[in-house]
């Protein structure tokens, strides 16, 4: 997913203090596996990924080596009499989709008139799907951190069946795949519905990627060595990350019932995200709340590894804050 760099020092930083607690990840569309930035917890990584293709599940489970991490080879659905069931069984999730305009289409056409198109994998009974909610019951489960949905299409419908989960399990931030292409429909998987959605249930856009695709009339050439983005083109389809934004003052109840070490864990997921700044504000506005489990000056300090240029000498958090109350030429461009 974009967005998700590389493990931080300041997340190891956190995995040390969270002693019996767990960072718990859902992946629904787990293909090629979890993001290796989630990996910086370790034993304390609790996370389940789900993917209808059951040869890529098995090859993942058997290359997985951390026992805490879970691949389950099953579609994800919706709870029964869900709004939305009938839209998932037709596969109603697009509209105005310019697919097949676009040159990677069109490449997809070359190649399958030449043979060259791998052969399908096998995929689970789409009449047996998981339900995220009982799923988590059965496990006892009644904390989640962070929920990554890619399924390339029924990813709204999804997102919209877990709004009363993201309560119940106390979820900081959901990544998605947005589209950009769409139309008026309310139900439909478009940018502007997952970012309506996710602010009625206080959620915040931190990162939003964009992918541009070609179209056919002229095609440009691909970013990667198989045919996906282009080099430029229309905004097709992007990652959006969206978390709770604790230090602002409208979510202060939430903040309060949260207790350090789900700050701790929203802070590392900052990081995670390449948002130090975030990361450094929840460690201030809660520095009180923390304290007891986490060093913050050090926290302060380490995360300025992220926050200053690469080859540059780490200075502490507090000489470099009074660099910037000084109006330093450092937070400019040369000249």
């Known amino acids: ?14 995995t040390s203090a969270l002693a019996d607690q767990y960072f718990t990840l859902l992946d629904i569309g ?9 990996r910086v917890f370790g034993t304390r ?39 939305g069931a009938e839209r998932m069984r037709s596969g109603d999730y697009w509209a105005h989709n310019p697919w097949q305009r676009l040159s990677v289409a069109r490449t997809q056409e070359i190649r399958a008139s030449k043979g060259a198109q ?27 951190d962070f929920i990554k949905i890619d ?45 309506r959605l996710m602010k009625q249930n206080g959620f915040e856009l931190f990162l939003l990627s964009t992918r541009p695709y070609s179209v056919a009339a002229l095609p ?57 700044d975030c990361a450094a504000e929840i460690l201030l506005r809660f520095r009180g709340v923390l304290e007891p489990i986490l060093d913050v000056r050090a926290g302060l300090d380490t995360l300025m590894e992220q926050a200053l240029p690469r080859g540059m000498p780490i200075i502490p958090y507090a000489e470099y804050i009074a660099e910037f109350e000084s109006d330093s030429a450092r937070f400019y461009p040369a000249c």
């Open 45 to 83: 990584l609790r996370a389940f990924g789900f993917d209808p293709d059951v040869s890529e599940v098995n090859r993942l489970t058997e290359h997985e080596t951390n026992p805490g991490v879970i691949y389950v080879p099953q579609f994800v659905g919706l709870p029964p009499g869900e709004s």
């Open 220 to 276: 440009a050439p691909y970013q990667y060595t198989w045919p996906a983005q282009t080099a430029w083109g229309r905004i097709f389809q992007g990652d959006a990350i969206y978390f709770r934004d604790l230090a602002a003052s409208e979510q202060s109840a939430w903040a309060r019932s949260a207790g350090a070490y789900k700050l701790a864990k929203l802070a590392a997921s900052f990081s995670l995200t390449g948002l130090p």
């Open 151 to 195: 399924v390339d299409g029924a990813d709204f419908l999804i997102l919209r069946s877990l709004v009363k989960t993201f309560a119940d399990v106390k979820v900081l931030g959901v990544g998605i795949e947005v589209n950009f292409f769409g139309s008026e429909d309310p139900h439909i998987h478009t940018f502007h519905n997952v970012d």
């Open 1 to 14: 997913m974009d967005g998700l760099g590389a493990p931080t020092s300041f997340a190891r930083l956190v």
């Open 118 to 144: 791998a052969n399908a994998e096998p995929l689970a009974d789409p009449r047996d799907p998981v339900i995220i909610p009982q799923f988590l019951r059965e496990r006892g489960i009644d904390d989640v």
């Open 30 to 38: 787990c293909r090629a596996g979890i993001d290796s930035a989630w």
